[in-house]
């Protein structure tokens, strides 16, 4: 095992919400021996049944030294101000989110030793009442978005591969933002809006709309500086619609919940970007226009 530096401080664990990636973290930390508490918002011991074993998670105590921070991308900013009274002066705050658009609003909220960090996974959790499913093995890729998360790089890889691993540490984590942003905005809103597993979206029928897609999503990725190759993206996309093809999607579900979903952040932020660089993008503007309109839909219809 890799040795931490005795420049990096032990750092005391907390976890925001009690959602499904969270509470994952949460248990196989607690496996790995880590101490735990959740930052809730409402300070009540959370009940989680997983692999047989029973956790009980108490609410965090402050100052909070590192933070995982699981939301859903529209909770993420208001999220961070919350902690913000309550973290160390160097404290390690690592971000997990579906689609874009966060890193460069939280930069600027945090002091000059508070570390920022992106971890993007292809686990799978899956909450019903008390029980959490691991639903999918998969794996994460973390990056230091900062000079102060360099700083703490060992101690904040170690316990996010206990919590999310296998990890893989990046210094540059856009082109797999920008492969998983991809991913997200073909199979999210495709299923929310034909109400489909992932597995239906190997329909020839998608497949035109599919390469379309991805391709806009290339072209906006090469606009900002991250050149990604469209066959090889649209490889992955089928290979991810393949391997979790019984799978409904975060935002079917989320549709057929009537819980808000992330579109804004994965066809919302490619159309705004799109905007912005003068580029067209019709078939991520067409998805993003259905799904808003699923979205405000009234009860029943
Ligand atoms: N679930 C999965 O398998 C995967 C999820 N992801 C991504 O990971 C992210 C998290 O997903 P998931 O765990 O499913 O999401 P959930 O919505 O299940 O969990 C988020 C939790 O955080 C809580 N929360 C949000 N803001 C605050 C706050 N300010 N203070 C306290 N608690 C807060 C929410 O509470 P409340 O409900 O009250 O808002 C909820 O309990 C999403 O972006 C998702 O797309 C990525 C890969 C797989
Ligand atoms: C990879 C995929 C599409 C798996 O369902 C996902 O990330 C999601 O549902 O949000």
Sequence with gaps: MAQIPSS???LSWTIVGKGAIGLLAACRLTLANYPIGLWLRQPLAVYSQF????FRFT???TPLNAVLIPVKSYAVIDAIKGLLPFLTSNAQLVISHNGMGTISQILPLLQPDQGLWFLTTTHGALKQGVNLFHTGNGQSVLAPLNTAAK???????????????PVITTENIEPFLWQKLAVNA?????????NCSNGALA?????PLLDALVLEVCQIA???????????????VRQVIRNTAENYSSMQQDIVHQRRTEINAINGFIVQQARHYGITVPHNENLLQQVLELENRPYGR
């Design 8 to 10: 990096q401080s032990a």
């Design 51 to 54: 692999k047989g074993q029973q």
């Design 59 to 61: 609410p965090a105590v």
């Design 151 to 165: 700083q703490q790089s060992s101690v904040v890889h170690r316990a996010m591969d206990d919590a999310l691993g």
């Design 186 to 194: 073909v199979i999210n809103p495709l299923t929310a809006i034909h």
């Design 203 to 207: 329909e020839a029928r998608f497949q």
């Design 222 to 236: 090469s606009a900002e500086g991250v050149v990604l190759e469209p066959t090889q993206i649209q490889q992955n």
